[in-house]
């Protein structure tokens, strides 16, 4: 059965009935030209729910106008529904990014309707997820319906990605930008930090990075390594001059050998132009890029990841600041047991040591009232600012206050001591 050919937006997504669970493409893959058609459409209609990891474009749906008609759940929050969350007018799930695909395919979280961003259908009547697979791929399994935006700008990828035509529900097709992203801009905290990670990472390694100011710097270091592969839940433009200059090769990798093993990218078009009909690279769901026997199964696997706050004793916080929810769980915790597990593999949290322009310290006797643990203490490794990176692993409370408050800004180092002192009866003199 063909699907059906919509006239607009809000035609494509007329088929929403009341109650509804509705899980949104995400990332850079976003479908925001569907999801302003949803706006105007959930008007009519009554407790819908918007399943979303990061969302692009989505700020219509948190508006007071929304409220009893559509409520976001979100597994991430992003700057669109971050004060909806911090007010109470949406809903934050924390969970490992590993684990909400399984969430989906149990039944856990019933899906209703899907609304993806994909690429025109091939030859084969194939159409593909691109720039985004995450849970999206597990979505689709469980659906009733599956409403899509083809947009012909949408890369086609290669891996767990794929769809076939006729199983759409309703098709839109419209041609519109896909969501690009500058790279952070550098300072010298960020190229410090940078340094300090990239001393770790040796030839061979297979490391896991983000996007953002500190991941760029890091892989902006690496230009004299030999065969680092790549197996990360998402990666930037940081990756594509390695990739040029031969020093990403992934021949020694035992997981996908050869191959840049992803889940999503965000950045520039320039990345999205590589990562078209590129068969090194492989854009797998989550439930398999993120889970820690996928990412051990790789000697020497390295993750870097950042953090909001860490108090002395080497509990990370990543999700709020304070009692506010910033942003998720995302997959920290996955590729920080993973990289444990891993033959000769290690972990990293990298932060600047301040925040509010150099008025508060990052690394904190405890952590904020209200802030969540992440990454606990146990599992820990390394940790940098761009004073330095010290090891945590199998070392005691004292020993981590003593090497935290040596990578702290120096102008909070005396207090640092002073409060380990009287709250953590930790004497280091």
């Not at 990014?97 to 609304?115: M, S």
């Not at 890369?155 to 419209?174: L, M, Q, S």
């Not at 090769?249 to 050998?257: D, I």
Request: glycine share 8%; charged share 20%.
């Amino acid at each position: 059965m063909s699907p059906r050919i919509a006239r607009s937006a809000e035609d494509a997504v007329s088929s929403v009935e009341n109650d509804e669970a509705i899980w949104v493409h995400s990332m850079a893959a976003t479908p925001s030209v569907l999801l302003k058609g949803l706006a105007n459409h959930a008007l009519s209609r009554t407790n819908l729910t918007l399943l979303q990891l990061h969302t692009e474009g989505s700020e219509m749906l948190v508006k007071p106008e929304m409220r009893g008609h559509i409520r976001c759940r979100c597994y991430f929050v992003s700057a669109a529904t971050r004060k909806a969350v911090q007010e109470g007018h949406a809903d934050y799930v924390p969970m490992l990014l590993a684990e909400i695909p399984k969430l989906i395919r149990r039944g856990e979280q019933p899906v209703d309707t899907v609304l993806v961003q994909v690429s025109p259908p091939d030859l084969h009547g194939n159409c593909s997820l691109g720039i985004s697979v995450e849970a999206t791929h597990a979505a689709l399994e469980k659906a009733g319906k599956i409403i899509a935006h083809i947009n012909p700008n949408m890369p086609r990828t290669h891996g767990d990605g794929i769809i076939a035509y006729k199983d759409f529900h309703t098709v839109y097709e419209k041609q519109t930008p896909i969501s690009c992203h500058k790279p952070a801009e550098q300072n010298e905290i960020y190229r410090a930090i940078g340094s300090h990670v990239a001393s770790l990472v040796e030839d061979r390694d297979c490391l896991q990075t983000g996007i953002g100011a500190i991941p760029d710097a890091v892989l902006a270091c690496l230009g004299d390594r030999e065969d680092l592969g790549i197996h990360t839940e998402m990666f930037s433009d940081g990756v594509l001059p390695l990739v040029e200059k031969g020093v990403i090769t992934g021949a020694y990798k035992k997981n996908h050998p050869g191959k840049i093993v992803t889940s999503f990218v965000i950045g520039s078009q320039k990345l999205y132009n590589f990562v078209d009909d590129n068969p090194m690279v492989r854009f797998l769901d989550t439930e398999y890029v993120n889970d820690m026997r996928s990412i051990y199964r790789n000697p020497k696997a390295m993750s870097i990841n950042s953090a909001l706050e860490i108090d002395l004793t080497g509990q990370v916080c990543a999700d709020s600041i304070g009692s506010k929810i910033y942003s998720g769980f995302g997959g920290q915790i996955d590729f920080v047991r993973g990289a444990s597990l891993s033959k000769g593999g290690r972990g990293v949290i990298a932060l600047p040591s301040t925040a509010a322009g150099g008025k508060l310290s990052r690394i904190t006797t405890t952590l904020s009232e209200g802030a969540g643990v992440v990454t606990s203490r146990a599992h820990v490794h390394y940790v940098a600012t761009e004073y330095g990176i010290v090891n945590l692993r199998g070392r005691s409370l004292r020993e981590r206050t003593r090497d935290l408050i040596n990578i702290a800004h120096p102008d909070f180092r005396e207090e640092l001591n002073r409060q380990a002192f009287e709250k953590l009866h930790i004497n280091l003199n």
